[in-house]
């Protein structure tokens, strides 16, 4: 891995990213005249960069990138990271340099204005993955570091795989410590008890204590934090919470405060920024053809028979939040009414909440949802930031009540109009194997995925299948 925590090497990258920039707006003051030809470019011979703007931009541009973590380590140790995050703060940069100039020297040619940026941009990403393949050339192999796990359990024991999953870790997992003589004999990986514990980790020359003990047995974390301190090993704890989380638990401030937050987001800032994007850009364009369809479903319920036009009913988003879901009405006004009439369960006592040849469907509702045009009016849900174009669908207040702790995980990311388990079975699967569905949409999510999901629905909704 290309690690960088070293207080002295962020602060040369900024010495160094500083003089980058100060150095592409010299380049771009001196190409700017071979830039004439261009069509949108007025003719200059001679362009002149006042001389206050080098420091400035420099600073400015900078100390963007020092406010977006970009010299933080430990957020950038993957190139994908660092550059991600370097070319949002550069965007970042060129716009407030924009400013800068139209509050300053508006004289400054804006052609040689976009050279600069250019210029700047290439130059910072092209010195790191310079350093990084440098750094990968002549990089000593990691120092392997010998792991002991206080606790056999299973936290314990997915720690061991987790570990073993990553080699580039340099972390070897000498064995485990557990009071439970069961294990002792069951697992050759357990070295004895937790009073042995001082006396192993001197004996294997033990770099890191993970304790991973269940919630039961922290009353001997104490004892042994207090006896591990008087070596020179690093401990780490794992609370034993994270199968309370919805979906991951991290670490952060409350009131100033570290705590354990048990309801993190699936998604990180970017995925979400990416997503919301992808969601307002596809639905504002294809929002001018659907709404003259719109229209004509509209006019074809009001001549059906008397009431709404739309369904409005309460369904759980993200995170538990609570919101109002758009549909066309395919339903006569008293179904709600009418619901214990049609509720199922199948062999196994889970709920079926939808089912072929509801009585409740008017002429009009049975097309509607056999092409999923009641669906529509959904686009105005994730307009407002409601639901999502793709994601585990929104459920009815009342079958969440019912879930278990493990299903209550699908609701770690914002709900959508489809998603992975609409495009594999659709209304004819039970309610807990759509969870199922949805959680390995949660696990795999990329934007990728989602719209390789929207070409599917299309299919899927061309053939009618699990529609009802």
Request: glycine share 4%.
């Amino acid at each position: 891995m290309f690690r960088r925590f070293s207080t002295n090497y962020a602060i040369l990258s900024m010495f160094l990213d500083a003089g980058l920039i100060a150095a592409a707006l010299m380049a771009a003051n001196r190409l700017r005249p071979l830039l004439n030809a261009l069509p949108f470019a007025v003719e200059l011979n001679r362009p002149i960069v006042p001389t206050p703007l080098y420091p400035i931009f420099a600073f400015i541009w900078v100390a963007i990138l020092f406010m977006h973590s970009v010299y933080d380590g430990r957020r950038n140790v993957y190139v994908f990271d660092e550059i991600t995050n370097l070319s949002i703060s550069s965007a970042l940069a060129a716009v407030s340099l924009a400013g800068t100039l139209y509050l300053s020297y508006r004289d400054v040619s804006r052609v040689l204005f976009l050279a600069f940026v250019l210029l700047a941009y290439i130059s910072l990403v092209g010195w790191r993955l310079l350093a990084r393949l440098i750094f990968r050339l002549r990089a000593v192999p990691p120092q392997t570091r010998r792991v002991l796990i206080i606790g056999a359990g299973p936290v314990g024991q997915e720690l061991k795989n987790q570990i073993n999953r990553r080699p580039y870790l340099a972390l070897n997992v000498i064995g485990f410590l557990d009071d439970n003589p069961s294990k002792w004999a069951r697992d050759q990986n357990v070295l004895g008890s937790l009073d042995h514990a001082a006396k192993i980790v001197e004996r294997n020359h033990i770099d890191d204590v993970v304790i991973a003990l269940p919630r039961h047995a922290y009353e001997r974390v104490n004892q042994i934090i207090a006896e591990l301190h008087k070596m020179p090993v690093k401990v780490w704890v794992i609370p034993d919470y994270f199968h309370l989380a919805l979906h991951k638990a991290t670490i952060d401030e409350f009131a100033g405060l570290p705590m354990l937050d048990l309801r993190a987001p699936a998604l990180n800032d970017y995925q979400r920024f990416v997503k919301r994007m992808f969601d307002l850009t596809l639905t504002l364009l294809i929002m001018p053809f659907v709404l003259p369809i719109m229209a004509l479903i509209a006019l074809a319920i009001r001549l059906e028979g008397p009431g709404p036009i739309f369904f409005r009913q309460q369904r759980v988003g993200e995170n538990g939040k609570l919101f109002e879901m758009l549909k066309f009405r395919s339903m006569v006004p008293d179904a709600e009414q009418r619901l214990e009439e049609i509720i199922q369960r199948d062999e196994h006592g889970n709920l079926i909440h939808k089912t072929n040849n509801d009585p409740r469907v008017t002429r009009v509702g049975k097309f509607l949802r056999r092409t999923s045009l009641d669906e529509l009016p959904q686009l105005f849900n994730v307009l407002k930031g409601e639901m999502s174009l793709v994601g585990p669908r929104p459920e009815l207040p009342f079958l969440v009540d019912q879930y278990e702790l493990w299903q209550r995980k699908r609701f770690a990311v914002p709900q959508g109009i489809t998603g992975w388990w609409q495009i594999n079975g659709r209304s004819d699967k039970p309610m807990h194997l759509n969870t199922e569905d949805d959680l390995y949409y949660i696990h795999h999510y990329s934007i990728l995925l989602d719209l390789q999901i929207m070409l599917k629905t299309i299919w899927v909704v061309l053939r009618g299948k699990g529609a009802y």
